[in-house]
């Protein structure tokens, strides 16, 4: 439902590289979207060339749209859409011999679910969030989430309980059907990803557009402004930083003792992405007079090359965020950089420890992050073998072109 299509600037392009590669394999895909473009809450003018003339056939299902990520508007609006979902399934039944679709929106998928059983051909869950869990660390509210999230809840176990395969974008995902059935299930982890090949391009074309001054050092966020993503405590965190580099500057100033206050290079955070918290993250790194620069979105080549262009990414998320692996993973791997992580998955904790192309940090500590960039921008050494490490990981594991076919297999073997 998310899905970026033809020239749209905003959007996952999971779905569309998914039938494309499929398609590829000998597969005849429908790829079946909404109307309302979701990234920039509008609707589409789906007689556009751009839609037409695909690898793939797209079919629109009419959705009224909403304005907030996360209101009363959007959950009538998927409501509607899934309604209608339900008859484009009715008027083409026997023209699918599969049904694949991403979960959430819940109820988007439990009516794919469950025309699927109806018309007795396999339905595979992509899992790329959980819902109602993610939601909680807005809204917790003793009795009355339970009360509010139950439709999700109970959208969910359905979809769980009718799959005959699932997609998960990390381990945890991919087992979480298992809580609400009893039925062995067959079940692949493929991360999001990404093209690495579009990424390095991307890269080289626009690493010009990026001036970066020589003896700083940059340490870079991308993604949403927005509940999950803790870009707050990195600001506090660099505006922490640039006073203790201050305080070591004075004081060596004053006492000449070089070895003692040792120095390390001004650490500047470029903030890339857009979001509801944008505003207010701005006003706070104003009041902390934090070394902060706010970029905006940009389009994904632009985004390759801030981050190629970086020396540390940071996968900022509060303390009781859900999300596991999210969808920028792949690009900070393929930037070839050290990753500072401060999301509590247990999952992904263990995967940066293993792998050692980063450092995990507690969340919502602005002190314990502030400690962590230093140590990184006091050790070049550190931070090269780090960025290779993470980069041969993109390579292995996060490249749609090789990982995703993890998929055609299953939904080989399922037909």
């Not at 390095?200 to 557009?209: K, P």
């Not at 390579?395 to 993890?406: C, I, K, P, V």
Request: hydrophobic share 40%; charged share 25%; aromatic share 8%.
């Amino acid at each position: 439902m998310g899905v970026k299509l033809g020239d749209e600037t905003r959007g996952y392009t999971r779905f569309r590289f998914l039938s494309e590669l499929l398609v590829s394999q000998g597969f005849d895909v429908d790829l079946i979207t909404s109307s309302f473009q979701h990234w920039e809450k509008a609707q589409r003018d789906t007689t556009k060339a751009c839609y037409q003339g695909l690898p793939y056939n797209i079919v629109f299902i009419d959705e009224p749209g909403y304005t907030r990520n996360l209101d009363l508007q959007r959950i009538h609006s998927h409501h509607i859409a899934s309604k209608n979902m339900r008859e484009h399934f009715e008027r083409t039944r026997g023209r699918y011999s599969l049904i694949y679709a991403e979960i959430p929106p819940n109820d988007v998928a439990r009516t794919c679910a469950e025309c699927a059983h109806e018309q007795g051909i396999p339905f595979v869950a992509d899992i790329n969030d959980l819902w109602p869990e993610a939601m909680r660390m807005v809204v917790d509210v003793p009795v009355l989430s339970d009360i509010a999230f139950y439709p999700f809840a109970r959208d969910a176990r359905r979809v769980y309980q009718l799959l005959s395969g699932a997609v998960g974008t990390s381990d945890e995902y991919a087992a979480r059907p298992a809580r609400d059935r009893t039925a062995p299930y067959p079940k692949v982890t493929v991360y999001v990803g990404n093209n690495l090949e579009a990424f390095d391009e991307g890269a080289r074309e626009h690493l010009g557009d990026v001036v970066k001054p020589e003896g700083e050092l940059w340490a870079i966020y991308a993604g949403t402004l927005g509940a999950s993503y803790d870009v707050a405590t990195l600001i506090r965190a660099a505006a922490l930083l640039e006073k203790r580099r201050c305080t070591h500057a004075a004081a060596r100033a004053a006492d000449g003792n070089a070895n003692k206050h040792r120095p390390f290079p001004p650490v500047k955070v470029k903030i890339l992405g857009d979001g509801p918290d944008r505003e207010k993250l701005e006003a706070l790194a104003r009041e902390e007079n934090a070394p902060v620069e706010f970029l905006g979105y940009q389009d994904y080549a632009s985004m390759a090359a801030w981050l190629r262009a970086s020396d540390i990414t940071v996968n900022s998320l509060v303390k009781s965020a859900a999300q596991s692996i999210v969808t920028k993973i792949g690009d900070y791997l393929a930037a070839g950089k050290p990753m500072i992580n401060t999301g509590s998955s247990p999952e992904f904790r263990a995967k940066v420890t293993a792998d050692g192309f980063g450092l995990n940090v507690e969340a919502e500590s602005p002190e314990a992050l502030a400690n962590t960039l230093e140590e990184l921008a006091r050790n070049a050494s550190l931070r090269k073998i780090m960025g290779a490490r993470g980069r041969a990981v993109a390579e292995r594991e996060f490249d749609q072109r090789t990982s995703y076919l993890a998929i055609v297999n299953l939904l080989r073997n399922l037909l």
